[in-house]
């Protein structure tokens, strides 16, 4: 692996780390702007905010969850683009893309 493709990673990586903080400070809006996941035992591939640990994550292949869990999907495509991610969780709007 390259220079350049571990900064783009860790720069993805922080992105998500970003989004989750954002999260923690305005729980309000993971209530209103994302799908609650409520009684799954596992988790379909796509990208969760965890309440509970303020973190933001690609699944990319089905996970088992905890009994009680506060999770919330914010997209079924764990390839989602971080820009996209960050307006959905913070404006609650699908299907954005840069530059629309």
Known sequence: MSVEERRSREMMQQDL???GAWLVEHPEAATRNL?????????QPGVYYNMGTGMVDRIFT????????KMFRISRDPATPAEEIRHKALEGKTRWRQGS
């Open 62 to 69: 089905p996970q088992r969850v905890a009994l009680g869990h």
């Open 35 to 43: 799908e609650p996941i409520r009684s799954a035992k596992a988790l």
């Open 17 to 19: 780390m970003d989004i």
